[in-house]
């Protein structure tokens, strides 16, 4: 299946599993604003199907960079990051994953990234959903202080809602694999 037939085919499980339209009432976002359109990447992201296709359709993204690891704020990143990481490691250019804290510990090392990654390696933040970019900042934000190299953004859908525009402030490298737009056509195809 190529690149493009494997977008198609994760659109499709998103819609099933983790699209939710709603006008009455509409639902509210972390960021606080009513929207009639919700994505829960969670239930494709841990689904193996969805998850093999994110790996090796991040992986295509990857391939010819010379990024060493992949992660971002957990929990929507996580699974994301750990199926490039399999898929990275099978098609023989392995891409580590990490995970970003939420919050620092106040205890043990106090960092606030887990993982086998060291200052100066080029890293990818990744992230599920991107609406107005806040999480993927923070994200972008903790890396930094722990000495990565951000070279790039990847989310699997943009909102497009401004996050792309505030996280290009940070930057100047974000890919998505899915707009809003783009499931919102199939919804209605549907």
Request: net charge positive.
């Amino acid at each position: 299946m190529n690149i493009d037939k494997m977008k198609k085919k994760l659109g499709e499980i998103i819609l099933e599993k983790s699209f939710k339209y709603s006008e009455n009432p509409p639902f509210t976002l972390a960021s606080g604003k009513q929207s009639y359109y919700y994505f829960n990447c969670k239930p494709t992201t841990l689904d193996p199907e969805g998850m093999n296709l994110i790996g090796t359709i991040i992986f295509d993204m990857l391939k010819d960079t010379d990024i060493t690891a992949a992660g971002g704020l957990t929990l929507g990143a996580d699974p994301i990051a750990n199926a490039l990481a399999v898929i990275s490691y099978q098609k023989g250019k392995p891409i580590k994953s990490f995970i970003v804290r939420k919050d620092v510990k106040d205890h043990g090392t106090k960092s606030a990234i887990e993982g086998n990654v060291s200052s100066g390696e080029k890293v990818v933040i990744i992230d599920d959903v991107i609406t107005t970019g806040g999480s993927t900042i923070i994200a972008i934000e903790q890396a930094r202080k722990a000495g990565l190299k951000v070279e790039m953004v990847i989310t699997l859908i943009d909102r497009e809602e401004g996050g792309k525009e505030n996280i290009l402030k940070y930057v100047n490298n974000i890919k998505s694999i899915l707009t809003r737009t783009e499931i919102v056509k199939l919804h209605k195809k549907n």
